[in-house]
């Protein structure tokens, strides 16, 4: 029987088999297209519409697409987000052009070539003591602009009942928040040299995202079906940081947020995180995570597909699988529906599988690819 988009992400979720591999595509930046593929996308299928950013961020790069190439993407997912506080956003807007790009953490964005930016600025990058801390001019997170439009999002989402219900508020990530107040390379360094001050500061991320958090899902209340958080703690060959080290200072922080989050929706959590991570996997399921995402089959051990299905497919769904290093910005499509084919047969069997690509399909990949990838599904998706 053909099911609904939303009824066949239910259906996964609740670890039963739906009709066909759902795919998820577009519904936050970690999911999503950014914009110059977006653009070859819609010039390919014949759609003109008017090019907007998630977040309405543009210098994020990512595009807020149209229902009409979602749809003939065969989205079957569609996306809650918040936004920056008014007052940034203006901020932002009214700057001189090509300006760096501050956010209401206090870190930023570089511009390296025309519309072209990167995370080029920390505020706390010399920092390494509670003092350092206590003294940043943190965000205000109770500043209702942030969620004042989510609660009109998500009903008329759960009003429509078509699609699958992501609610993805930004960068809600204690470890990526500590990235970007002091650099990757600084904040892991601080975790061995200065182990209180790298632990202060995770939590006081943790506290401020837990508050924005809480607001958020009040809003969205009983309308979305997954929230997606997570921090990215793998590289292609293996971890950021031990096993050892993750679960004595990180985990208990991503155990008291998951446990958060979980008394305020009966959203199931989609914890996002990249590279070689296979030795946390039972650490995410203990925590309570329910949706493992993005599967980056280029990265070591995850790269064993057989493995992560029979160990962990009963407890865990996947999301993601389809290589973004390699397949799709530089195969044919041919390959990319080989691809596809493959990575069905062996994470979607008997269900617990969302099909999407890993991480943000980026500009470098061919519009012609991200269809290939698509239609495959429809191709070799149905059970």
């Not at 066909?20 to 950014?34: D, E, F, H």
């Not at 994020?60 to 956003?89: C, F, I, K």
């Not at 025309?114 to 350092?132: C, V």
């Amino acid at each position: 029987m053909t099911m609904t988009s939303r009824e066949r992400v239910l259906a996964v979720l609740n670890h039963e088999v739906p009709d066909r591999v759902p795919i998820v595509l577009g519904p936050s930046n970690a999911t999503g297209v950014k914009m110059g593929t977006y653009r070859r996308i819609k010039e390919l299928i014949g759609v003109q519409a008017e090019d907007r950013y998630i977040y309405d961020w543009p210098e994020l790069g990512t595009a807020d697409m149209d229902e009409a190439t979602l749809d003939r993407l065969h989205s079957d997912v569609r996306g809650v987000l918040d936004l920056e506080p008014a007052s940034v956003m203006e901020r932002n807007r009214q700057r001189e052009p090509h300006s760096p790009h501050f956010n209401s953490w206090g870190g930023g964005a570089i511009e390296s070539e025309p519309g072209s930016w990167f995370p080029g600025i920390h505020p706390l990058e010399k920092a390494t003591t509670l003092e350092e801390i206590e003294s940043h001019a943190w965000p205000d997170m109770d500043d209702p602009t942030r969620v004042a439009h989510v609660k009109a999002r998500a009903q008329q989402l759960a009003v429509e009942n078509k699609y699958g219900i992501l609610a993805t508020p930004w960068l809600l990530f204690p470890l990526e928040r500590a990235f970007e107040m002091q650099r990757m390379d600084k904040f892991l360094m601080n975790m061995v040299k200065h182990p209180d001050f790298a632990r202060a500061l995770l939590e006081k991320n943790a506290s401020m995202c837990k508050t924005l958090m809480g607001h958020f899902l009040r809003e969205c209340g009983d309308n979305i079906d997954i929230i997606k958080i997570g921090d990215d703690l793998g590289m292609n060959t293996s971890l950021l940081m031990s096993p050892k080290m993750y679960r004595a200072i990180l985990k208990p922080i991503h155990a008291d947020y998951i446990a958060f989050i979980k008394q305020h929706t009966k959203a199931k959590v989609m914890f996002h995180t990249d590279g070689d991570i296979l030795p946390l996997i039972p650490d995410f399921i203990e925590m309570g995570v329910d949706i493992l995402n993005p599967i980056q089959t280029s990265a070591g051990k995850m790269s064993d597909l057989h493995t992560l299905k029979t160990q962990f497919g009963k407890d865990i769904v996947f999301c993601g699988g389809i290589d973004t290093l390699q397949i799709l910005p530089f195969g044919t499509p041919q390959q990319v529906r080989g691809e596809v084919k493959r990575v069905i047969s062996v994470l979607g069997e008997g269900g617990g599988y969302m099909l999407g690509a890993v991480h943000t399909v980026m500009n470098d990949v061919p519009a012609e690819n991200v269809l290939a990838m698509v239609d495959a599904v429809e191709e070799f998706g149905y059970y």
